[in-house]
Protein backbone atom coordinates (compact mmCIF):
# COMPACT_ATOMS: atom_id res chain seq x y z
CA UNK A 1 0.00 0.00 0.00
CA UNK A 2 1.92 3.20 -1.20
CA UNK A 3 1.31 6.36 1.24
CA UNK A 4 2.94 8.55 -0.96
CA UNK A 5 1.76 8.43 -4.41
CA UNK A 6 3.03 10.67 -7.64
CA UNK A 7 0.34 9.42 -10.53
CA UNK A 8 2.54 11.15 -13.17
CA UNK A 9 5.47 9.39 -14.16
CA UNK A 10 6.47 11.98 -16.54
CA UNK A 11 6.37 15.55 -17.37
CA UNK A 12 7.32 17.70 -20.31
CA UNK A 13 6.75 21.32 -20.57
CA UNK A 14 8.76 24.21 -22.36
CA UNK A 15 11.83 26.42 -21.58
CA UNK A 16 10.36 29.05 -19.34
CA UNK A 17 6.99 28.12 -18.26
CA UNK A 18 5.59 26.58 -15.14
CA UNK A 19 6.17 23.02 -13.88
CA UNK A 20 3.35 21.96 -11.90
CA UNK A 21 4.34 18.09 -9.70
CA UNK A 22 1.90 16.74 -7.65
CA UNK A 23 1.94 14.29 -4.51
CA UNK A 24 -0.94 13.05 -2.73
CA UNK A 25 -0.35 10.98 0.62
CA UNK A 26 -2.32 8.72 2.71
CA UNK A 27 -0.99 9.21 6.02
CA UNK A 28 -2.25 11.52 8.18
CA UNK A 29 0.87 11.19 10.74
CA UNK A 30 3.18 12.75 8.30
CA UNK A 31 4.17 16.15 9.02
CA UNK A 32 7.08 16.65 7.16
CA UNK A 33 6.90 17.02 3.00
CA UNK A 34 9.58 17.40 1.24
CA UNK A 35 10.93 17.34 -2.32
CA UNK A 36 14.02 16.04 -4.37
CA UNK A 37 15.72 15.94 -7.62
CA UNK A 38 18.22 12.98 -9.05
CA UNK A 39 20.19 13.11 -11.66
CA UNK A 40 20.67 9.62 -13.41
CA UNK A 41 24.02 7.83 -11.26
CA UNK A 42 23.54 10.51 -8.76
CA UNK A 43 21.66 10.27 -4.97
CA UNK A 44 18.48 11.87 -4.64
CA UNK A 45 18.84 15.87 -3.67
CA UNK A 46 17.40 17.73 -1.43
CA UNK A 47 15.04 20.73 -2.81
CA UNK A 48 12.63 22.07 -0.58
CA UNK A 49 10.71 21.01 2.54
CA UNK A 50 7.23 22.22 3.85
CA UNK A 51 5.89 21.68 7.32
CA UNK A 52 2.76 20.48 7.61
CA UNK A 53 2.03 23.98 10.05
CA UNK A 54 2.29 25.89 6.66
CA UNK A 55 0.66 25.65 3.88
CA UNK A 56 3.24 27.59 1.16
CA UNK A 57 7.08 27.59 1.37
CA UNK A 58 9.19 29.26 -1.29
CA UNK A 59 12.85 29.21 -2.31
CA UNK A 60 14.01 30.80 -5.90
CA UNK A 61 12.09 29.74 -8.06
CA UNK A 62 10.64 26.13 -6.26
CA UNK A 63 7.45 26.63 -4.19
CA UNK A 64 5.74 24.08 -2.66
CA UNK A 65 1.55 23.85 -1.54
CA UNK A 66 0.82 21.95 0.85
CA UNK A 67 -3.23 20.87 1.36
CA UNK A 68 -3.19 19.02 4.25
CA UNK A 69 -7.40 18.55 4.21
CA UNK A 70 -7.05 16.95 0.63
CA UNK A 71 -3.71 15.31 1.57
CA UNK A 72 -2.07 17.17 -1.35
CA UNK A 73 1.06 18.92 -2.35
CA UNK A 74 2.80 20.34 -5.10
CA UNK A 75 6.08 21.61 -6.53
CA UNK A 76 5.87 24.28 -8.80
CA UNK A 77 8.96 25.38 -10.70
CA UNK A 78 9.02 28.78 -12.25
CA UNK A 79 10.34 29.33 -14.96
CA UNK A 80 11.52 26.06 -15.83
CA UNK A 81 15.06 25.86 -17.21
CA UNK A 82 16.42 23.16 -19.61
CA UNK A 83 18.55 21.94 -16.60
CA UNK A 84 15.83 21.35 -14.01
CA UNK A 85 15.60 17.88 -16.41
CA UNK A 86 15.62 14.77 -13.48
CA UNK A 87 13.58 12.47 -11.95
CA UNK A 88 11.65 14.78 -8.95
CA UNK A 89 10.76 12.69 -5.99
CA UNK A 90 8.01 13.74 -3.32
CA UNK A 91 8.52 12.25 0.26
CA UNK A 92 7.41 12.35 3.89
CA UNK A 93 8.55 11.44 7.50
CA UNK A 94 6.53 11.67 10.39
CA UNK A 95 6.43 11.33 13.98
CA UNK A 96 8.66 7.58 14.25
CA UNK A 97 10.26 8.66 17.88
CA UNK A 98 13.00 10.57 18.89
CA UNK A 99 15.18 11.75 15.77
CA UNK A 100 14.07 9.30 13.41
CA UNK A 101 12.89 11.16 10.58
CA UNK A 102 12.65 8.22 7.79
CA UNK A 103 11.37 8.97 4.69
CA UNK A 104 8.72 7.31 2.51
CA UNK A 105 8.74 8.02 -1.20
CA UNK A 106 6.82 8.29 -4.63
CA UNK A 107 7.77 6.74 -7.31
CA UNK A 108 9.00 9.91 -9.12
CA UNK A 109 8.21 12.31 -11.47
CA UNK A 110 10.49 12.61 -14.78
CA UNK A 111 10.57 16.09 -15.70
CA UNK A 112 11.47 16.97 -19.24
CA UNK A 113 12.35 20.96 -19.74
CA UNK A 114 12.58 21.04 -23.88
CA UNK A 115 14.80 24.18 -24.74
CA UNK B 1 33.19 19.66 2.80
CA UNK B 2 32.81 16.23 1.79
CA UNK B 3 29.42 14.95 1.25
CA UNK B 4 28.07 11.57 1.72
CA UNK B 5 30.23 8.86 -0.23
CA UNK B 6 29.67 5.55 -0.94
CA UNK B 7 31.54 2.35 -1.70
CA UNK B 8 31.76 0.13 -4.34
CA UNK B 9 29.85 2.42 -7.15
CA UNK B 10 28.87 -1.28 -8.54
CA UNK B 11 28.47 -4.64 -7.01
CA UNK B 12 28.60 -7.19 -9.39
CA UNK B 13 27.88 -10.85 -7.60
CA UNK B 14 26.33 -14.14 -8.02
CA UNK B 15 23.82 -15.57 -6.04
CA UNK B 16 24.25 -16.85 -2.89
CA UNK B 17 27.47 -14.81 -2.03
CA UNK B 18 27.92 -12.41 0.41
CA UNK B 19 28.18 -8.70 -0.08
CA UNK B 20 29.35 -5.66 2.20
CA UNK B 21 28.23 -2.12 1.23
CA UNK B 22 30.06 0.48 2.43
CA UNK B 23 28.58 4.14 3.86
CA UNK B 24 31.02 7.13 4.77
CA UNK B 25 28.72 10.37 6.32
CA UNK B 26 29.04 13.76 6.56
CA UNK B 27 30.78 14.62 9.24
CA UNK B 28 29.33 15.42 12.34
CA UNK B 29 26.00 13.95 11.40
CA UNK B 30 24.73 11.84 14.21
CA UNK B 31 21.93 9.88 12.27
CA UNK B 32 22.52 7.90 9.53
CA UNK B 33 19.84 5.75 6.95
CA UNK B 34 19.68 3.09 4.76
CA UNK B 35 17.16 2.95 1.84
CA UNK B 36 16.66 0.78 -1.42
CA UNK B 37 15.97 1.89 -4.73
CA UNK B 38 14.58 -0.68 -7.15
CA UNK B 39 13.96 -0.16 -10.75
CA UNK B 40 10.66 2.44 -10.83
CA UNK B 41 10.35 2.85 -7.38
CA UNK B 42 11.40 5.25 -4.97
CA UNK B 43 13.76 4.83 -2.55
CA UNK B 44 12.49 2.13 0.49
CA UNK B 45 13.60 2.94 3.96
CA UNK B 46 15.50 0.36 5.34
CA UNK B 47 17.50 1.43 8.51
CA UNK B 48 17.69 4.50 10.71
CA UNK B 49 21.41 4.74 13.13
CA UNK B 50 21.59 6.90 15.65
CA UNK B 51 25.02 7.07 16.85
CA UNK B 52 26.29 3.59 17.21
CA UNK B 53 22.85 2.32 17.42
CA UNK B 54 20.44 0.93 15.17
CA UNK B 55 17.41 2.67 16.17
CA UNK B 56 14.91 1.30 14.01
CA UNK B 57 15.53 -1.42 11.67
CA UNK B 58 12.03 -2.38 10.74
CA UNK B 59 12.47 -1.57 6.75
CA UNK B 60 15.11 -4.93 6.56
CA UNK B 61 13.22 -7.17 4.62
CA UNK B 62 14.46 -10.47 6.37
CA UNK B 63 17.50 -11.65 8.24
CA UNK B 64 19.82 -11.89 5.21
CA UNK B 65 20.60 -8.25 5.53
CA UNK B 66 22.38 -6.18 8.73
CA UNK B 67 23.52 -3.20 8.77
CA UNK B 68 26.26 -1.90 11.65
CA UNK B 69 28.33 1.86 12.39
CA UNK B 70 30.61 0.67 15.41
CA UNK B 71 32.14 4.09 16.01
CA UNK B 72 29.31 6.24 14.98
CA UNK B 73 30.41 7.34 11.77
CA UNK B 74 31.57 4.18 8.72
CA UNK B 75 28.53 2.30 8.65
CA UNK B 76 28.05 -1.43 6.35
CA UNK B 77 25.18 -3.29 5.13
CA UNK B 78 25.76 -6.90 5.09
CA UNK B 79 23.82 -8.90 2.74
CA UNK B 80 24.07 -12.44 3.41
CA UNK B 81 23.02 -15.64 1.21
CA UNK B 82 22.07 -12.61 -1.79
CA UNK B 83 19.10 -13.31 -4.48
CA UNK B 84 18.30 -12.17 -7.50
CA UNK B 85 15.74 -9.70 -5.98
CA UNK B 86 18.08 -8.32 -4.04
CA UNK B 87 19.88 -6.29 -7.05
CA UNK B 88 19.13 -2.51 -6.33
CA UNK B 89 20.48 0.69 -5.60
CA UNK B 90 21.10 0.79 -2.18
CA UNK B 91 21.67 4.44 -0.96
CA UNK B 92 22.76 5.75 2.38
CA UNK B 93 21.55 9.40 3.68
CA UNK B 94 23.27 11.01 6.83
CA UNK B 95 21.10 13.66 8.51
CA UNK B 96 22.19 17.00 10.27
CA UNK B 97 19.50 19.41 11.40
CA UNK B 98 15.64 18.63 11.35
CA UNK B 99 14.29 16.21 8.52
CA UNK B 100 16.87 17.30 5.75
CA UNK B 101 18.72 14.18 4.73
CA UNK B 102 21.69 13.97 2.30
CA UNK B 103 22.23 11.44 0.27
CA UNK B 104 25.13 9.84 -1.29
CA UNK B 105 25.51 8.36 -4.69
CA UNK B 106 24.41 4.87 -4.32
CA UNK B 107 25.62 1.20 -4.36
CA UNK B 108 24.24 -0.59 -7.98
CA UNK B 109 23.81 -4.12 -6.88
CA UNK B 110 23.29 -6.67 -9.34
CA UNK B 111 23.31 -10.20 -8.65
CA UNK B 112 23.11 -12.68 -11.44
Known sequence: DQQVKQNSPSLSVQEGRISILNCDYTNSMFDYFLWYKKYPAEGPTFLISISSIKDKNEDGRFTVFLNKSAKHLSLHIVPSQPGDSAVYFCAASGNSGGSNYKLTFGKGTLLTVNP | ?112
Request: charged share 20%.
Open chain 2, 1 to 112: GAGVSQTPSNKVTEKGKYVELRCDPISGHTALYWYRQSLGQGPEFLIYFQGTGAADDSGLPNDRFFAVRPEGSVSTLKIQRTERGDSAVYLCASGGSYNEQFFGPGTRLTVL
